[in-house]
């Protein structure tokens, strides 16, 4: 499988939703553990990278590409 690639910021889909019901996550620390935020409830998790990167479904929106919309 190809390794996803994420970053600060970035809004993310997880496999199972969170218990407010989205399944929407923003990614607001990296490093060995990876904080996210629940979208719908501002609800944050400390999760490992690794079980991070097997829950993950897919990125739904890249802080990269607004970034560049903003320059």
């Not at 996803?4 to 607001?28: A, F, R």
Request: aromatic content about 2%.
């Amino acid at each position: 499988m190809d390794k996803k690639e994420y970053q600060l910021g970035d809004v993310v889909q997880m496999k199972k939703p969170h218990p407010c019901g989205t399944n929407e996550m923003e990614i607001i620390r990296m490093g060995m553990d990876i904080r996210i935020k629940c979208v719908g409830c501002k609800h944050s998790v400390l999760v490992p990278r690794t079980k991070f990167e097997s829950k993950l479904k897919k990125i739904l929106r890249s802080s990269a590409v607004t970034e560049e919309e903003s320059s």
